[in-house]
């Protein structure tokens, strides 16, 4: 039988989704050797592989694949398509649902599919990242709703009403923004630096926008700035209050230029749903409540709000017609593909 997957190829993790909703998920990075000749790189490992500490030879650097919601480099993108397609491969045929933003252009869609083709994807398919997201909420493809999506570098922000998509947008902001905050925030309350991985790990453990997270604390490491010697301390969820400030202003800016974009006769429709808020960085505790509370709308976080555009896709994978022959941005079709599998 056809295996039949959705695959998110995100800026922080690569996720894949079966049929059964199963998730699989790795860190968007690849172990890379530099070569001497120009052009020339050997890629090691990609994913969690990438990580072990046996990577961190000198001639060695970590690469993100995927950068600004696109991948940038095609060997690098080629060979992580072959690694997150590695536990799915079937010899009775591979169908994928990818996820893409919301401002690829037709060239770069081109390559991603000759790229799935070189992976061994059968049949293809192209899906908006931010509709994807809020059918893997478990919502009706005819929805009416403003689904935000905040991953690893971009917000994704979609207006559909009975399932047609009035507005799309992408915004460079993201979970590594708010990781930027915490940096900033700890060289310039402690002078000290930490790395991203650290300021991401606070956000990750202690990060609140609103009140009731229980208190918590972690011990970090750090550099002195002004010696550069090494600093063991303890951050607990008081120190950091505020911190998000900035990045969840220009959230909430995306926001309301979707909302303006919405027509009159749409407005009621869409704000009976609301917002539905999903990605890995909106797992940010309170994150929901704040938006809801700042912009008077009802926000749904669903559970697993990082897993909904892979599971979004393998969702739609599975309203598609068996003998289909694959087809770039078929997020317009959603609606009718969706009602014919109720007849
Ligand atoms: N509990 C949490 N609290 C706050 N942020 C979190 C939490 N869990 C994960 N994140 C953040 O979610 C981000 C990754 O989300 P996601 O996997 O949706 O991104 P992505 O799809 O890879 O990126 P993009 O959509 O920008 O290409 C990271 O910045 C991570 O720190
Ligand atoms: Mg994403």
Redesign the pocket.
């Known amino acids: 039988m056809l295996t039949k997957i959705g695959l ?1 190829l ?4 690569i ?1 894949l989704s079966d049929s059964t909703a199963e998730i699989y998920r790795e860190p ?1 990075v690849a172990l890379i050797r530099k070569s001497p000749k120009v052009g020339q790189t050997r890629i090691l490992a990609v994913g969690n592989a990438a990580l072990t500490p046996e990577g961190g030879a000198d001639e060695c650097i970590l690469a993100r694949p ?1 950068k600004n ?1 696109m991948f940038f480099d095609h060997q690098l993108t080629e060979e992580v398509i072959m690694t997150a397609l590695t536990p799915v491969r079937n010899k009775n045929g591979l169908r994928v649902v990818i996820g893409v933003p919301s401002d690829i252009l037709p060239k770069q869609e081109r390559d991603l599919f000759s790229m799935l083709d070189k992976a061994g994807v059968d049949t293809a398919f192209s899906v908006s ?1 931010a509709v994807a997201a809020v059918i893997g909420a478990g919502y009706s493809p005819s929805i009416s709703a403003v689904s935000v ?6 917000t ?1 922000v979609a207006v559909l009403h009975n399932g047609e998509l009035l507005y799309s947008s992408r915004t460079t902001l ?3 923004d ?2 930027r905050a915490v940096k900033q925030y700890v060289l310039e309350q402690g002078d000290v630096n930490i790395s991203l991985m650290v300021a ?1 790990a606070i ?2 453990r202690l ?1 609140a926008v609103w009140k009731g997270k229980p208190n918590d604390s972690i011990d970090i490491e750090g550099t002195l700035a002004l010696t550069g010697n090494k600093i063991r301390m303890n951050i607990a969820t008081e120190d950091i209050v505020g911190v998000f400030e900035k990045p969840i202003q220009l959230l909430i800016n995306a926001i309301v230029d979707a909302l303006k974009q919405v027509p009159a006769n749409a407005v009621e429709a869409v704000l009976e749903n609301g917002i539905i808020l999903t ?3 909106a ?3 309170g994150l929901d409540i704040l938006i809801s509370r700042v912009l008077g709308i009802s926000v749904t976080r669903p559970e697993r709000a ?1 897993d909904c ?1 892979a599971k979004g896709l393998s969702r739609i994978n599975g309203f598609i017609p068996q003998k289909s022959k694959g087809g770039r941005n078929i997020t317009a079709q959603l609606a009718t593909l969706y009602v014919n599998t109720k007849k």
Request: charged letters at 25%; hydrophobic letters at 25%.
């Open positions: 998110d995100g800026y922080a993790n996720t968007s995927f919601g990242r999506n905040v991953g690893g570098m971009s994704e993201g979970g590594e708010f990781d991401r956000k990750e990060g990605g890995g960085a797992e940010l505790y990082i555009v």
